[in-house]
C-alpha cells in the first residue's frame, strides 16, 4: 500500500514515540512495560520501506539517546553503565537486521492466506535471530562484565537462558503491529469500496 510522505512522517512518529515510552521502562499498572525496540525496528522496516536512508538512522540515534538520558538520570556516567562496551555498537546491525527483516517482508505480495503467514513468521524469526545473537553475542564476547574464561558453551547457555523473553517480547509488538496493519488495511477498503459506490450512482 502507498504511502505519503506525510503517513510515512505519522507513522515513524508513532514508532518513535512507542519506543522511547517502553525503552524507558515506564510503569504501567504497577508492570514494567517491555521494551517495544525489536519488535519497533522490524515494524518500521516493514511500514517504512524505502525510508531507510532517515528513518532507519534516526530511529537508531533516538534509541542511543533514550539511553544515555535513563542511564545519566541514574546519577551514572554513559560510558561507565554495565550495558555500554564495545558491544553496545553492535546493535546498529542487530537493529538493521530487523529493519532487512521487516523491509523484505513488506516487498512481498501479502494477503490474509497461510503463505503470507508463513512469510510472516519466517522473516521475523530469521531477523530476530540475527539480532539475538549479534547482540548477545557482542555483549558475551566484548563486555569485560562477563567472567572469564569464556567458551562457546557457556555463550551458549547464555543464549539459551535469555532467548525466550526476547522473543516473547517481539513476537508480541511485531503481533500487535500486524494485528492494527490489518485492520488499517481493511478499513481503507471498506472506505475505497463505498467511494466506488457513490461515483457509480
Request: charged share 10%; aromatic share 16%; with cysteine.
Amino acid at each position: 500500500m502507498a504511502k505519503t510522505q506525510t503517513q510515512r512522517l505519522g507513522i515513524f512518529l508513532a514508532l518513535a514515540v512507542v519506543m522511547a515510552a517502553t525503552r524507558i521502562h515506564l510503569s504501567l499498572f504497577h508492570h514494567d512495560v517491555w521494551d517495544a525496540s525489536w519488535g519497533i525496528f522490524f515494524l518500521a522496516g516493514f511500514w517504512l520501506r524505502g525510508s531507510v536512508r532517515w528513518a532507519l538512522p534516526l530511529l537508531l540515534v533516538e534509541a542511543v539517546l533514550v539511553d544515555y538520558l535513563v542511564i545519566s538520570n541514574q546519577g551514572i556516567s554513559f560510558w561507565d553503565h554495565y550495558c555500554v562496551s564495545a558491544a553496545y555498537w553492535f546493535l546498529v546491525p542487530a537493529y538493521a537486521s530487523l529493519w532487512l527483516g521487516g523491509s523484505w517482508l513488506a516487498g512481498q505480495k501479502l494477503g490474509l492466506n497461510a503463505r503470507s503467514l508463513g512469510l510472516t513468521v519466517g522473516a521475523m524469526l530469521v531477523s530476530w535471530l540475527a539480532c539475538y545473537v549479534i547482540s548477545n553475542g557482542s555483549y558475551y564476547w566484548l563486555s569485560s562484565t562477563v567472567p572469564q574464561p569464556r567458551s562457546f558453551a557457556a555463550w551458549f547457555e547464555n543464549m539459551v537462558d535469555w532467548y525466550g523473553f526476547f522473543l516473547e517480547t517481539t513476537v508480541l509488538y511485531v503481533a500487535l503491529g500486524l494485528v492494527v496493519h490489518g485492520l488499517v488495511v481493511q478499513l481503507s477498503r471498506m472506505l475505497g469500496h463505498a467511494d466506488s459506490s457513490k461515483l457509480s450512482h
